[in-house]
Every structure is written in structure tokens, then in C-alpha cells.
């Protein structure tokens, strides 16, 4: 299929030698995604989704959340403003799963790669604009978060006086707000990969909330302390998230940019063999 | 709608093999065909039951118990493992003590009056930096305990009935390691003392307690079968593991260390014979006064260290560490202790697993458009549903207990191995545990399979479904939310389902953390695992109504 219309281009290109990379280009690729996105309801709600769910939560464990004075809390009040980012990020996987399986579903994905056919250039045009939605979605619903806790903790006992912070001139709740935008991202890339591999929406976001929501679980119950370790530094959910820490940063098993970067590396891993399945495969 | 016009034509020309095909049977069969013929689902399945098996024994296989003394020959697995004391109904419990005995044969009273209870545990409010050892503050744990007891013999896990007082939970009778009655409340002083007794006769002890000596209330009988002629009565005071359940954000983060407690007592008397007994102290379990070791650990109880046990003028103070209650999992156990459900921790990516497939039999109908065949040839929608339901929470149930059996067959197997005390549970619990996780497969399979009916979407139906059975465990594994909130979201979300897979009990009596991964939950089994039924039922009707309301 893609021979055939890189043959009738060549051949209209040769009559006709007007603008000969109309369409293929990577603004026009952004383009045409851009208009997909745009122009169904489902991406709209599920960004809303993303920042109602995130805030919601936060806002719920902020608000369970005392700390009567003369009592120990070992609480890291960033991070638990954040809490919501649990339940954020699986509307975001949502999000980027569908932009890839919807196409598959529907058969619309020949077209787009009939019109596209570099596959690699179709799967970074919505990279990108998936990326960018969910960072502006993920920036919403963490300000959001953390505006709350700002608000609400101090009142349940968490002032600064007695040592506990989160608001945006405090450098480490600063660092995990930033953190948690990208983190959101970057789940979002992650899913997207996965989905381009697996082409299914439903064993997509399965596989993807596997990998998200098991790994956790699995550390809480592992006694060996190698595993622990392994599992801490190396698993994108626990590597990840360490970007919210602002307490007791000395006792992680990765700081928190380079647990990031592990997540990073995920995504971009995720994306590569994506990007490899749609370019080998037949659509 | 097509399918009037589909139906009735067949039941005019053909009306016999119509009545068959109309039954519930058939499209039964009907379901169950499309689903074999699937071979991602069946490949699904078995990738759930593979999972499951691998997960569960990963994790058993890494639970390691090593130990050995610095410099000295490092041993693992089962060497490692003291003598474990079981109670008389089978369960691994926690025998040590101290106590001031002498025999008793026959029938008999004793009586004593404790005038004070204090105790000293190790200083661990310095928060995250403290180490366990540093040193020991005065106060007491919740169940620090000093009392009189009835036991059958000095062995550690022999029959005993006790009347005592408690650090935070007033007079208690205990007996039998798991049973515990409430007295008298409130803390005892010199200005409050409490009065107890025990009263034996043939197999059965009577506990009574009392604020003046003369107002004497019964707290309970027990009846300890096969107690012999002659058995130990005396003093006694033991203390567990002081900790204190910082429900740490983000992590589990128990703070505990050792604690003794000491009991004084006076206006002793104990009636029968041999009379004028001579008091012996021994430190049942190596639980006498903590002393500092060689290594100067405050831990390790002093086996024959300092005497614990003084008696001057009619008053008898005593002090002891250890505790007389059940083994618990968790960090009030002083053994490497797991439960029956650490080798099921694989059925989290089993329920992924049969979720996606689950959400996927109905929702694929609607995107291949199956579902108006399907619903042309079975009108009654609500029967299409059923059949789905059926068949994929059956599928989910085989393939849940052939999963939950191999993993806990092997996977306690290899705990033993790897010196970790496995505890023991009655065959029916052990059944309840491996069936009802099947169970518990088998109806989160059926919520997938309403939800993708209700939806239409797998996406969706299998987020709602994972994240609301996963998540909340997750969360309250991880001490995400204060205790409270994540007690809650075991109750009231289908995670509650979970608590099917308990097989130890919340035993009141032992300060343990209510923690998931503990394999505690806050309802009990059977309740738990109605929420989840409840929440299936829910979407299930909900799914029949939006079937008969909208077109397909």
C-alpha cells in the first residue's frame, strides 16, 4: 500500500512539480494529528479527567490528613499532595493507549499511514502532541494539587514551623511539582509505545497498568533486600515517583532526578520498539 | 430493532429445535464456543494462570531467613529458626515470660493483688534516625501484661489460663494463646489496685477480678481438656515489641523495639496443696528482665541473666519480656513469620490478566459487530449477559484455583526451606484461602465483563476495573493515606474482595499493623468478599438495564 502511493506521488510530482513534500512533513504530521485529537470529544474528557481525578484525590488526602500538635508525623506533605497522580496517570495511559488502538479499531490507521508513510514520523506526531496535552493537562492538575496542600495542610497541623513545607517558593516542592508534570509525560509516552507494540487497546492498557500498579505491590511483599533495591532503582512506577520525595531523601534507593531519568529511559525504550513495530509490521 | 423479524419467522417454520435453541443451555454452549475459538483470550488465560504461579514463587523463593554471629559460620533457611512453640490448637505461638510458679495439685485458688505495673521500652522517639537499642525509656506497651496464671507445665505453647492487667487495656483474662476476655478497665496504681483470681476445678478455670478484695466479678470460664493433676500457679509479667504504627506516607515504616515490664505484687495467696509452696522463678522462653548482652543489644532477653524476680515482706515484684499470644505476621513477630497469602501475591497480575479478557468478551461483540448476531439470535438480552458472565467467571475460577493451589503448594514449600515459619492454618481456612481466591478471580471477571457491557469500551471497563480493585490495595499497602482512609478503601471499594485471601485472624490482643500486606484487612473474610459480590451485582444490573434501553 505505501509503494502504491509513494509511486502515484513520484508520478505527480513528475507533472506537477509544485510543492512535492506537501504532507509528509513533520509539521504537516502534527498537523493532521492534531486535527484527529481535536476533533473528537474523547481526548478533551480524558485531559479533563486527568486533572479532575488528580486534584480530587489530592485534595481527599490532604483533607484525611492530621497532624495534632506534639505528635510525630513523618509525613511528606509534597508527596501527599500529590497522592491524585496515582489515579492521574491511568487516565493519562487511557489517553495515549487510545490515540494509537482507536486507529487500529476503526481501520482509519491505513489511511493515516497511506497518507503519512514515514511510520516512524506518524508515531512522533503523536509523541509530541500526546506528550504536550498531557504536560499541560499534568501542569493543571498539579498546581492544582499542590495548591491545595499549601492550603489545607497548614490548617491540620503541618505548618512550617514545625518543619513542614509545600508551596511553590520551597525548592524541593518546586522540584516535585516540575517532576510530576514530566512524570505524567512520560507515563504517557511510555503507554503510547506500548500501545504502537501491542495495537490492541484493551491488552494495552492492561499491559500498561500492569506495568504501572504491579511493580509496587510486588516491593511491598518482597522480604530480599537485593530485590528491594532492584526493584526501588529499576521499575518505573517506584523509580519514577521518587520525584515526589521531599523528606528523607538521604534513605531513597535513587535520587529523585535520576529515578525520573530511569523513567525516562522506560518511555524511550517503549517508544523505540513501537516505532520499530509499526515501521516492520504490516498495518 | 431486527430482532422480531429475526425470531419469529424460525419459530413458525421450525418450532422443535427452536425450544432447544432458545434454552439457557445452548447459550451457554454458544458463549463458551466463541470463547475457546478466541485464541488470544485462551492464550490470556493461561498467561494469567503462568503469572500467577511465577510471581508467588518469586517472592517466596527471595523470602530468606540467614543468620550466624559476626565472623562465625553464616548459616540460612531453616537452621536459622529457634525452637517454635505451637499452642494447643495448632497455632505458632509467642511463649515467653517470666514467672514466679509452684505446683499446684488438685483444686485450687490463687489470688493476688497487683498494686503497680511499669515497664521500660526502647527509645525510639527520635523518629526515622533512632535505632532499636539505644537505650530504654520508662512506659509500657499497649499489651505489656502482668498477672497470675494457671499453666499445664513450664513448656513454652502448654494449655494455661491467666488473669492480668494490661498497659492500655485494662484487666484481661487470656487462655489459650488466642482467647482474651476484658475486665475490670482502666490502669492500675498503688491508689487503684486490682484484685485476681483463678480458681481451678478438674479442667475448668474460673477468672474473677475485683478494685477492693471483697466485690469479686467472674470474667470468664475456659475449660483447658487433658490439663494434668498438678500444674504451675504463679506470677507473671511479660511485654512485647513496643511499636508504634507511624503510618508513614509512602512507605512502611514500623518503629519498634524491645520493652519489659514489671509487676508488683502483694496479699498472695494461693489455696490447695501442696500447701506453703516455695516460689521458683524461671524464664519461660527466655523471657526474664531484658539485660544488656554481650553484644549490648537490649534486645535479646537474658536466658540466664539477672533475676527478674525479688520477694520481700509479702510483696513480689517481677519483671519480664516476651509475650504470651499467637505468632502474628508482621513486625510484632519476633520470627521470620509469612502467611498462606504471601504465595498468592501473583494473583494481582493474574486479575489484570483475566480482566483484560473479561472486559473483552463483551466489548469485542460491539466492535465487530457480532453483538447484533448475538442479540438476534437471543433476544433476551439480560440471558446474553448472564451467559457471558457465567462463562468467563468460570473460566476465571479454573484457572484462579489451579493458579492459587500450585502457588501455594510450592510456594510455602519453599518458605519452609528458606527457614520461613510458614503460619499454620486449619485445612478449612487453607481451603477458604486457595478457593476463594479463585472465587475472588471469578467475580472480578464478572465486574469486567458488566463494565465492558455497560461501557462498550475495554479501554475504560478495564481501567475502572483494575484501578478500582488494584489501586486501593495498592494504597493502603503503602500507607498512601492516613490509616483511617485506607481502611476505608478496603471496606467500601471491590479491593475489599481481597480480604478473602486472610488467614490469620485480627487477633485483638497482639499489637500488629492492620496492613494489607500483613494479609490484614479491616472486614472480615466473608464480609469482604460480599463488597465485591455487591459491587459485581451493581454493575451487572446496571448492565441489563443499559442492554434492554439502548440499540446495539
Redesign the interface.
Same mark, same amino acid.
Not at chain 2, 457 to 460: F, G, I, K, M
Given at each position: 500500500m505505501t509503494a502504491m502511493v509513494r509511486a502515484s506521488r513520484r508520478g505527480r510530482a513528475a507533472s506537477r512539480p509544485a510543492p512535492p513534500v506537501r504532507g509528509t512533513g513533520m509539521l504537516d504530521a502534527l498537523h493532521a494529528e492534531w486535527t484527529k485529537l481535536r476533533t473528537i470529544s474523547g481526548p478533551a474528557w480524558l485531559l479533563l479527567g486527568v486533572v479532575a481525578l488528580t486534584i480530587g484525590v489530592g485534595v481527599a488526602a490532604v483533607g484525611a490528613t492530621h497532624c495534632p500538635a506534639g505528635t510525630q508525623c513523618p509525613v511528606d506533605p509534597t508527596k501527599l499532595s500529590l497522592t491524585g497522580i496515582q489515579f492521574g496517570q491511568a487516565v493519562a495511559a487511557i489517553l495515549a493507549v487510545l490515540t494509537i488502538c482507536n486507529e487500529y479499531s476503526t481501520g482509519m490507521i491505513r489511511v493515516t499511514l497511506a497518507a503519512m508513510p514515514r511510520r516512524e514520523l506518524v508515531l512522533a506526531a503523536k509523541a509530541i502532541l500526546v506528550a504536550g496535552l498531557v504536560l499541560v493537562a499534568a501542569a493543571l492538575a498539579v498546581l492544582g494539587s499542590v495548591l491545595a496542600g499549601h492550603l489545607i495542610l497548614p490548617a491540620h497541623g503541618f505548618t512550617a514551623a514545625r518543619g513542614f513545607h509545600v508551596s511553590l517558593s520551597y525548592g524541593p516542592s518546586v522540584r516535585a511539582a516540575v517532576g510530576s508534570v514530566l512524570y505524567l509525560s512520560l507515563i504517557a509516552l511510555l503507554s503510547l509505545g506500548i500501545a504502537a507494540m501491542v495495537r490492541d487497546s484493551a491488552v494495552s492498557v492492561g499491559a500498561v497498568l500492569g506495568l504501572l500498579y504491579i511493580f509496587p505491590i510486588i516491593l511491598a511483599f518482597v522480604t530480599n533486600t537485593t530485590w528491594q533495591h532492584r526493584l526501588e532503582r529499576w521499575t518505573p512506577t517506584n523509580a519514577g515517583l521518587t520525584i515526589e520525595d521531599t523528606t528523607g531523601l538521604h534513605s531513597l534507593a535513587i535520587s529523585p532526578w535520576d529515578g525520573l531519568g530511569v523513567l525516562a529511559i522506560w518511555a524511550a525504550a517503549a517508544l523505540l520498539a513501537g516505532g520499530l513495530a509499526l515501521r516492520l509490521r504490516d498495518a | 430493532m431486527t430482532t422480531n423479524t429475526v425470531s419469529v419467522p424460525r419459530t413458525g417454520t421450525d418450532a422443535e429445535p427452536d425450544a432447544g435453541r432458545a434454552g439457557f443451555g445452548w447459550l451457554l454452549r454458544s458463549e463458551w464456543t466463541k470463547f475457546r475459538t478466541v485464541r488470544?483470550w485462551v492464550i490470556?488465560m493461561i498467561v494469567a494462570a503462568i503469572l500467577t504461579v511465577f510471581?508467588g514463587l /518469586?517472592?517466596a523463593a527471595? #523470602? #530468606?531467613t540467614a543468620c550466624g554471629s559476626p565472623g562465625g559460620r553464616q548459616l540460612t533457611g531453616k537452621a536459622c529458626l529457634p525452637y517454635i512453640p505451637h499452642g494447643p490448637g495448632g497455632e505458632v505461638v509467642t511463649d515467653s515470660f517470666n514467672f514466679a510458679h509452684q505446683p499446684l495439685t488438685g483444686n485450687g485458688t490463687i489470688t493476688a493483688r497487683l498494686i503497680s505495673l511499669t515497664g521500660a521500652h526502647a527509645d525510639i522517639?527520635g523518629?526515622?534516625a533512632a535505632q532499636v537499642g539505644s537505650g530504654l525509656v520508662p512506659g509500657l506497651a499497649a499489651w505489656s501484661k502482668a498477672g497470675i496464671i494457671i499453666k499445664q507445665n513450664l513448656h513454652q505453647g502448654s494449655a494455661y489460663a491467666a488473669m492480668m492487667a494490661t498497659g492500655s487495656n485494662g484487666v484481661r483474662m487470656q487462655y489459650n494463646y488466642t482467647g482474651d476476655t476484658a475486665g475490670l478497665p482502666g490502669k492500675v496504681s498503688g491508689a487503684s489496685p486490682r484484685w485476681l483470681r483463678l480458681t481451678r476445678s478438674g479442667d475448668t478455670i474460673t477468672g474473677y477480678d475485683s478494685a477492693d478484695g471483697t466485690h469479686w466479678t467472674k470474667v470468664g470460664t475456659v475449660t483447658l481438656s487433658g490439663l494434668p493433676s498438678t500444674v504451675q500457679v504463679g506470677l507473671f509479667a511479660t511485654s512485647p515489641t513496643y511499636y508504634?504504627t #507511624?503510618r508513614?506516607?509512602?512507605g512502611?515504616?514500623n518503629q519498634g523495639g524491645p520493652s519489659q515490664a514489671t509487676g508488683v505484687f502483694d496479699d498472695v495467696t494461693v489455696s490447695g496443696t501442696p500447701a506453703g509452696g516455695k516460689w521458683a522463678e524461671v524464664a519461660v522462653g527466655g523471657g526474664g528482665p531484658m539485660g544488656t548482652g554481650p553484644g549490648g543489644q537490649a534486645g535479646s532477653p537474658s536466658g540466664g541473666g539477672p533475676s527478674g524476680f525479688t520477694a520481700a515482706d509479702g510483696t513480689y515484684r517481677l519483671t519480664g519480656s516476651g509475650d504470651i499470644a499467637p505468632a502474628t505476621p508482621g513486625p510484632g513477630s519476633n520470627l521470620p513469620t509469612a502467611t498462606l497469602q504471601?504465595s498468592l501475591?501473583g494473583a /494481582?497480575?493474574g486479575l489484570?490478566?483475566i *480482566? =483484560?479478557v473479561a472486559?473483552?468478551f463483551f466489548?469485542a461483540e460491539y466492535?465487530r459487530g457480532l453483538i447484533r448476531t448475538t442479540l438476534a439470535a437471543t433476544p433476551r438480552r439480560g440471558q446474553v449477559l448472564a451467559a457471558k458472565a457465567i462463562v468467563a467467571g468460570g473460566v476465571a475460577f479454573l484457572v484462579g484455583l489451579v493458579a492459587s493451589t500450585v502457588a501455594i503448594v510450592i510456594g510455602d514449600h519453599l518458605e519452609t526451606e528458606n527457614g520461613v515459619v510458614v503460619l499454620p492454618v486449619p485445612v478449612l481456612t487453607e481451603i477458604r484461602v486457595v478457593v476463594g481466591t479463585a472465587a475472588m478471580l471469578a467475580v472480578a471477571a464478572v465486574f469486567a465483563v458488566a463494565l465492558g457491557a455497560v461501557l462498550r469500551?475495554?479501554?475504560?471497563a478495564?481501567?475502572i476495573a483494575? =484501578?478500582t480493585v488494584?489501586?486501593p /490495595?495498592?494504597?493502603a499497602?503503602?500507607n *498512601? /493515606?492516613?490509616s483511617? *482512609?485506607g481502611d476505608w478503601l478496603l471496606r467500601l471499594t471491590p479491593a475489599a474482595g481481597l480480604a478473602i485471601e486472610q488467614s490469620i485472624p485480627n487477633y485483638p490482643q497482639v499489637a500488629s499493623a492492620i496492613n494489607p =500486606?500483613q494479609a490484614y484487612y479491616p472486614l472480615s473474610p466473608y464480609a469482604g468478599f460480599a463488597v465485591l459480590c455487591a459491587w459485581a451485582a451493581a454493575a451487572l444490573a446496571l448492565a441489563v438495564y443499559v442492554l434492554r434501553r439502548r440499540d446495539a
Open positions: - | 488470544g490470556g510471581l /518469586f517472592i527471595g #523470602n #530468606n522517639t523518629g526515622h508504634v #507511624n508513614s506516607f509512602g512502611n515504616s504471601q501475591t /494481582f497480575i489484570i490478566a *480482566v =483484560v472486559a473483552m466489548t466492535r469500551r475495554s479501554a475504560a478495564i481501567t483494575i =484501578v488494584v489501586l /490495595f495498592l494504597l499497602a503503602l *498512601v /493515606f492516613p483511617g *482512609v =500486606v
